[in-house]
């Protein structure tokens, strides 16, 4: 991409908040590599990364869904917090920032603007994440989907970030990969923008979600404009 095609600070929003996992973060293989250590405890053999990625914007229980199809729902609910243990192990182990995202953040920044994390994930699971990706210091602030009474779609997390970095939801965008994003963005007021290069179920196109701006990469947000409030 040219310098001249990349967007000027002046139409860069004051805050932009961001889904984690799909749409920050690749962590599928951490993930994918939890199930099987469970699998593996189980006497069950592999399964490969494809069959979980789908779900892993719904949440643990949806990834042990279809992570271990061999279960009954109540024997995998007995299956989440051996998983989560797993998963803490092995977070940082693979993955990493799509491609793309870390030029994005860097843009955000040389912009005077601020950056945060919006996501249903637990929050202790979501501040390792971070950690591990070595961005404590610049993330702005983080909500989680224990963090508060009520988590996405509901607009509560989005509005409550923006009320803490001091910004005016308005004055925000939120990009995320799944359609409670979008909800929860528009809800509260703020420009929302969908990615496709998340987790979201091949036959679920985010062009129907309802976002001001759907995007293939990371790199279209670095387009003028893109990242401009609504």
């Given amino acids: 991409m040219s310098q001249a095609a990349v967007a000027p600070a002046s139409q860069i929003a004051p805050l932009v908040l961001f889904d984690l996992d799909g749409t920050l973060a690749d962590s599928a293989i951490d993930l994918a590599a939890a199930v099987n250590d469970v699998r593996a405890g189980l006497e069950l053999a592999a399964v490969p990364?494809?069959?979980?990625?789908?779900?892993?914007?719904?949440?643990?229980?949806?990834?042990?869904?279809?992570?271990?199809?061999?279960?009954?729902?109540?024997?995998?609910?007995?299956?989440?917090?051996?998983?989560?243990?797993?998963?803490?192990?092995?977070?940082?182990?693979?993955?990493?920032?799509?491609?793309?995202?870390a030029e994005l953040l860097a843009l955000i920044e040389d912009a005077g603007s601020r950056w945060g994390v919006v996501t249903n994930k637990r929050e202790d699971l979501a501040r390792r994440v971070i950690d591990r990706l070595g961005l404590r210091?610049?993330?702005?602030?983080?909500?989680?989907?224990?963090?508060?009474?009520?988590?996405?779609?509901?607009?509560?997390?989005?509005?409550?970030?923006?009320?803490?970095?001091?910004?005016?939801?308005?004055?925000?965008?939120?990009?995320?990969?799944?359609?409670?994003?979008?909800?929860?963005?528009?809800?509260?007021?703020?420009?929302?923008?969908?990615?496709?290069?998340?987790?979201?179920?091949?036959?679920?196109?985010?062009?129907?979600w309802g976002a001001d701006l759907v995007v293939d990469a990371p790199e279209a947000l670095l387009r003028a404009g893109a990242l401009a409030p609504a």
């Fill in 49 to 101: 990364v494809e069959q979980v990625r789908t779900a892993i914007s719904a949440g643990a229980l949806a990834i042990l869904t279809l992570g271990l199809p061999e279960l009954s729902e109540v024997e995998r609910r007995a299956q989440v917090e051996p998983f989560l243990a797993h998963y803490i192990e092995r977070i940082g182990h693979g993955g990493g920032l799509f491609d793309g995202i």
């Fill in 137 to 208: 210091e610049r993330c702005a602030v983080l909500i989680g989907g224990d963090t508060l009474a009520r988590c996405k779609p509901d607009p509560l997390p989005v509005l409550t970030a923006c009320e803490r970095v001091g910004v005016e939801p308005q004055h925000s965008v939120f990009i995320g990969d799944d359609l409670r994003d979008v909800l929860a963005g528009r809800a509260a007021g703020c420009r929302t923008i969908a990615v496709r290069w998340g987790f979201h179920p091949a036959d679920d196109d985010p062009a129907r």
